[in-house]
């Protein structure tokens, strides 16, 4: 025997099964550090670019929200004053009302100031204490502010000084501009600061007569406040300020300003006593050589005592003229914490990488073994009768060799046993082809005979309405046309009858008696009336043959140009039965919106028949929703059938026909084209009415049939035909 000698077999089968899993793992491990660094450093970039957008949306709604309330209030103020609602005159009374408004909004200040140079205004400028300003036209102490009790009623002065409207520029300016506006930011150093944005608009009277302006403030303060309840906040910086720099608010603990000789004074950004705000606003006035520069946002990467920090600027503009600057900062360490935790998951996996390898390596020594075991196992279930067994293949050449041998012998066993399965399923298929093919047999034949059965209905229903509409014809025209010889011999009796009576005179008893007796003026008046009446009743029976012998159209088998208005008429001629008026039922009333329409080439009589088809459905749905009505309920909603005909193109005609009954679900309405599909009784429907009208207008006239169906409304059938047809025989 030839001996195999392999390079390996001098290395353990343990190490050989263990160092493959240490080593796949932890270069799977490293280079997932690697990544996750990567990664991470992307992430804090994206995560510290959406929490400055967040942060600069908050504050952009924010702004939007606080700073419309003045305005806001201001034109309920004006409105008020306008239609007469406030007197302007009566400034208690406004004072009050005021008062009232602060309690509501959060505000500092409402008031008006008049072109008498008298004014009113409610104010809490400490944020919490409610007060009334209330002023003459002129000075010396015309001024005085009153505290108020919590009704918003005055109790006593506590505050008398000089004031004059016209020197003031929150009055001289929206009265200047004739339109709502910001005035100037006041600051005044009461026991408390006060830095407010004041919203002011001029008002009217019901004429339009300049009255003076209204005004409303808001606590500038109050948006420092906002800011430093922020999330970025806690690490970064949050700051607003106008184009020349003046800053507004700012989320540090250093207020926006100073106090210089117990006076207030507002701070460039650039000057702020918080040294981040002050150097991140300067790096921004270098980078844009100002603040007016900047029209859109900006994303920036600034430096402040060595550490990069992420920078965004976003203008804030609104309507009135307010133009300022938000900016965020976020130092990059607060987004470290992410990195920090990346490096230390990747550690933790490679420790993990370690235990799992080893147990791999534990856990595949013990795999060796286990071929041998499934041989075995396979060995007793092909020897129990289970044929369909498979060994895996293995990466041992031994074992591998073995495991050919087996499947090549059970693949031999299966090929026999295969062989005489195949042949029992062929036969089976065999079976199973020639039954299907019966089936569909029977079912063309019963579709076949169904159809059959309705067109001799139909065929034979056309020519006893063609026989009976002949029998009629003969003698109803001989009748007609007597009635016309009647009454010209009628018209000459009765000229001799009043000759007669002008030359000879009443004097003969017999005579006038007889004339009495037969009442010879009534018969004379009647005799009229009844030769028209007798002509209009052979009319009628001369239409009605007419629309029998259009509707049988026995002699038109052929295609033919034909008024379908005239195959509409005669079958809802046919149907007058059913639509009438009876005793348990107010007549279906038709209700015909006919278009011009030219003639059409079709079949005439299979055409009436699908008419009639779909006419009768319409009834039959009427009947049954109308079993379940009374007479009174049919009267204040009676059944209706809709006909409108209508031309789309020169190539096509449309017919449609709707019933308010009470409609089909929809998966009636998806078979009511279907052979043998009935919602009918039995004995009173083959399910084939639909199904050949279908047939009818699709394969030998080349149209369309439709439903559309809506439950609780009703249901609509359009045909849809073209004008000519471009083949002589039908299919």
Excluded at 16 to 24: G, W
Excluded at 283 to 301: A, H
Excluded at 327 to 344: D, K, L, W, Y
Excluded at 366 to 383: C, G, K, V, Y
């Amino acid at each position: 025997m030839k001996k195999h000698h392999f390079g390996i077999s001098k290395i353990p089968l343990q190490m050989v099964l263990i160092i493959p899993f240490v080593l796949q793992i932890f270069g799977a491990v490293g280079l997932v550090g690697y990544l996750s660094f990567k990664n991470g450093q992307k992430a804090v970039n994206d995560l510290a670019d959406q929490l400055m957008d967040r942060t600069s949306n908050i504050v952009d709604q924010h702004l939007n929200s606080y700073l419309s309330i003045p305005h806001k209030v201001n034109q309920i103020n004006a409105d008020a004053i306008h239609m007469g609602l406030l007197d302007v005159r009566d400034r208690k009374t406004v004072g009050k009302y005021f008062s009232k408004q602060m309690q509501a909004y959060d505000l500092t200040y409402i008031g008006i100031g008049l072109t008498t140079g008298e004014g009113v205004g409610a104010a809490r400028y400490d944020g919490k204490t409610l007060t009334i300003d209330d002023w003459g036209s002129k000075p010396p102490k015309n001024w005085l502010t009153y505290a108020t009790d919590k009704q918003g009623n005055r109790t006593s002065v506590i505050v008398t000084l000089d004031w004059n409207n016209f020197n003031e520029p929150w009055y001289t300016e929206p009265v200047k501009a004739g339109r709502p506006i910001w005035s100037r930011i006041v600051t005044i150093n009461y026991q408390y600061p006060y830095i407010a944005a004041s919203a002011s608009r001029p008002i009217y009277d019901a004429q339009n007569h300049l009255l003076g302006m209204v005004a409303a403030d808001i606590h500038l303060l109050k948006l420092s406040e906002f800011l430093r309840h922020l999330d970025v906040s806690h690490s970064g910086q949050v700051f607003i300020l106008e184009r020349n720099g003046m800053l507004i608010a700012n989320s540090s603990t250093q207020q926006p300003f100073i106090l210089v000789k117990e006076n207030i004074q507002r701070i460039k950004a650039t000057d702020s006593p918080d040294p981040s705000v002050q150097s991140i606003a300067k790096q921004i006035q270098q980078t844009f050589n100002g603040f007016e520069s900047i029209t859109e946002s900006k994303k920036l990467r600034l430096n402040w005592q060595g550490e990069p920090n992420f920078v965004n600027v976003t203008p804030w503009r609104d309507q009135y003229g307010l133009d300022w600057l938000v900016v965020v900062s976020v130092p990059e360490h607060a987004f470290m914490g992410q990195i920090n935790a990346n490096t230390r998951t990747t550690i933790l996996l490679c420790l993990g990488a370690l235990a799992v390898a080893t147990l791999m390596g534990y856990l595949t020594s013990d795999w060796i073994t286990q071929p041998i075991l499934e041989m075995n196992r396979a060995s007793q279930a092909m020897a129990s009768g289970n044929l369909d067994q498979t060994l895996d293949i293995k990466n041992i050449q031994e074992l591998n060799v073995l495991a050919h041998s087996f499947n090549y012998m059970a693949e031999q066993l299966r090929e026999s046993f295969t062989a005489l399965e195949n042949s029992k399923a062929e036969l089976e298929d065999r079976v199973e082809e020639r039954t299907a093919e019966l089936k569909t047999a029977l079912s063309e034949l019963q579709h076949t005979q169904a159809q059959m059965v309705q067109s001799e209905k139909m065929s034979s229903l056309g020519q006893l309405v063609a026989g009976v509409a002949h029998e009629i014809n003969n003698p109803v025209n001989f009748i007609h046309g007597n009635i016309t010889h009647l009454n010209d011999y009628t018209q000459d009796l009765l000229r001799m009858i009043q000759l007669y009576q002008q030359r000879h005179p009443r004097n003969d008893p017999e005579v006038q008696a007889l004339a009495e007796e037969i009442d010879l003026e009534f018969l004379i008046e009647d005799l009229q009336k009844v030769l028209a009446s007798m002509k209009m009743g052979t009319d009628r029976i001369r239409n009605i043959v007419l629309s029998l012998r259009n509707f049988s159209r026995i002699d038109e088998a052929e295609f033919k140009a034909v008024d379908l208005h005239e195959g509409i008429e005669s079958t809802l001629l046919i149907l007058q039965h059913r639509l009438k008026d009876k005793p348990e039922c107010p007549a279906i009333v038709v209700i015909r919106d006919y278009g011009k329409l030219p003639e059409v080439e079709c079949y005439p009589g299979e055409l009436n028949q699908v008419l009639m088809n779909v006419l009768v459905n319409a009834i039959d749905a009427l009947d049954e929703v109308n079993a379940n009505r009374s007479y009174q309920e049919i009267v204040a909603n009676p059944s209706q059938i809709s006909i409108r005909t209508s031309i789309s193109n020169l190539q096509l005609v449309e017919i449609a026909i709707a019933d308010n009954a009470g409609g089909m679900p929809e998966q009636v309405k998806n078979r009511i084209f279907n052979p043998f599909f009935t919602t009918k009784a039995v004995g009173k429907g083959t399910g084939m009415g639909m199904a050949i009208s279908y047939q009818i207008i699709t394969e030998k006239h080349r149209g369309k049939l439709e439903c559309f169906s809506t439950v609780g409304e009703g249901s609509e059938f359009i045909i849809q035909l073209p004008t000519q047809q471009h083949f002589s025989t039908a299919v």
